[in-house]
């Protein structure tokens, strides 16, 4: 299988741009600084910046937050954040990763503003379609930490950039410390982007957190993340459980940042099976794998390991993937790629 996993064209929906660094990449950003005289402290810290198996400095989702701010550092200049979109991008298509929608909070640096910032990165796409045959999307986020007034002003660019690149920016979503702020706050600049077409993708019960649960299902998002808290045996309640089931609303799996984070206690009890059984649309992602040290590839073997499905569940889980994705009128095409590459195995 192991081969089967790594071989097989495969889709990316939920990775975030700077929690997806890799080491080398992050080498090769900070032999960028060194090349053009910037000085960059990012040396002391880059070995902490991956999170390893029952790491004691893991006690919850909200630990993992410190992280991203080593890369995030790496990625404050324009020169640097495209190469870090490049090179991250790269290493999906190396290892067969045929469309993905890479996901990042647009912010103001000394160096570059927020629309500097969108700009940059749907650079680093149009460039990288050039190089190799991914193909790459941006979905702009809005982290719930910030306040109404910013996250309003970058669903405004996300509208402009969106006006300007439809090929590009396809969607937005909510990310961030879960235990901050209230969706119910940002839902009218959600509604907002819906309207300008748009497509939503929401982190939806991280935590548990009936309430804002049965908000989000109710705004009727294209997707949600992680889904985690939302089955009575993980922390939800019959009325999130069936308001999930009833919406077949997509569910972006991450299983390896559920154990990494502590949301899961392990893969065997991961709420996969559950969302599998109830036949909701489930998508396998890596959500950051540059902090998660994984891929996208071991998280479909992981998957496949676990919960024991065959070669053609997984092709089944892939080709399914397809229907959700935010571009218009590339289903045919990827189902086409898929299929070519798994009847000539
Ligand atoms: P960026 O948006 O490219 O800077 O990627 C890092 C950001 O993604 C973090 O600051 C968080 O806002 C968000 N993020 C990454 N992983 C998670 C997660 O597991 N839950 C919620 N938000 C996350
Ligand atoms: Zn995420």
Not at 171 to 191: I, M, N, Q, R, Y
Not at 228 to 238: E, M, Q, R, W
Not at 319 to 333: I, P, R, S, W
Request: net charge negative.
């Amino acid at each position: 299988m192991n081969n089967f996993c790594r071989n097989m064209p495969k889709i990316e929906l939920h990775a975030h741009l700077n929690g997806s660094i890799s080491q080398p990449t992050m080498l090769k950003l900070m032999r960028y600084y060194a090349d053009s005289g910037i000085e960059d402290k990012s040396n002391a810290f880059i070995n902490e910046f991956q999170i390893g198996a029952g790491d004691s400095r893991i006690l919850s989702i909200i630990d993992c937050f410190q992280f991203v701010t080593i890369a995030q550092s790496l990625t404050r200049f324009p020169e640097a954040l495209k190469l870090a979109t490049l090179l991250t991008l790269q290493e999906f298509h190396e290892e067969g990763c045929i469309y993905i929608e890479l996901r990042s909070t647009p912010r103001n640096t000394q160096y570059m503003t927020m629309k500097q910032y969108i700009e940059t990165i749907i650079e680093a796409i149009r460039e990288s379609s050039l190089q190799i045959t991914l193909v790459s999307k941006y979905i702009i986020s809005i982290d719930r930490r910030s306040a109404i007034s910013e996250a309003e002003k970058i669903i405004n660019l996300a509208i402009d950039s969106h006006k300007q690149h439809q090929d590009v920016v396809v969607g937005v979503e909510l990310s961030g410390d879960p235990t901050v702020g209230k969706f119910s706050d940002f839902l009218p600049a959600f509604s907002r982007a819906r309207e300008a077409g748009l497509k939503v993708t929401l982190h939806c019960g991280e935590i548990c957190n009936v309430e804002e649960i049965l908000e989000m299902i109710e705004f009727n998002p294209d997707r949600i993340g992680h889904g985690t808290c939302i089955h009575p045996d993980y922390g939800g309640t019959a009325e999130t459980w069936s308001a999930l089931c009833e919406s077949k609303i997509p569910v972006e799996v991450c299983l390896t940042s559920n154990i990494k984070t502590k949301s899961s206690p392990d893969y065997s009890s991961h709420h996969f099976k559950k969302l599998y059984e109830a036949n909701i649309p489930v998508i396998i992602c890596t959500d950051d794998k540059g902090v998660f040290i994984t891929s996208l590839s071991q998280e479909h073997q992981i998957c496949a390991d676990t919960f024991n499905l065959d070669e053609s569940e997984m092709v089944k889980i892939t080709l399914q993937a397809c229907n959700f994705v935010f571009a218009e009128g590339l289903k045919d095409t990827l189902q086409k790629r898929i299929n070519d590459v798994m009847c000539k195995n």
